[in-house]
Nanobody, 122 residues
Framework: VQLQASGGGLVQAGGSLRLSCAAS????????IGWFRQAPGKEREFVSA????????YNADSMKGRFTISRDNAKNTAHLQMSSLKPEDTAVYFC????????????????WGQGTQVTVSS
């Protein structure tokens, strides 16, 4: 599966952004989709993941209540709706796919998109 993330940009603190992850191929529904982020000088960090059907969602504690992951298997897309953004949310955001089970570990996801930059100004 090939993934392409989009929707990043510059937003003021308190604002919102909606990231999209578009996937190629017919097997999108067989993958767990995860979102990760990486700020300069920091390790890649788990943000959220969604099960194949979309019935189960996993969020990092620091994003709970602010970020919402979703997917549309008919359109081969996943989204990350981000609200109440903070300057510390500034990072490159990546979507990733795994044919295995859910994980918060980046190395459990073999397939990655190219990343989209999110910058939150104070």
């Amino acid at each position: 599966v090939q993934l392409q993330a989009s929707g990043g940009g510059l937003v003021q603190a308190g604002g919102s952004l909606r990231l999209s992850c578009a996937a190629s191929g017919r097997t999108f529904s067989t993958y767990v989709i995860g979102w990760f982020r990486q700020a300069p000088g920091k390790e890649r960090e788990f943000v959220s993941a969604i099960s194949r059907s979309g019935d189960n969602i996993y969020n990092a504690d620091s994003m709970k209540g602010r970020f919402t992951i979703s997917r549309d298997n008919a359109k081969n897309t996943a989204h990350l709706q981000m609200s109440s953004l903070k300057p510390e949310d500034t990072a490159v955001y990546f979507c990733a796919a795994s044919s295995g089970g859910y994980s918060y570990l980046a190395n459990r996801y073999p397939y990655w998109g190219q990343g989209t930059q999110v910058t939150v100004s104070s």
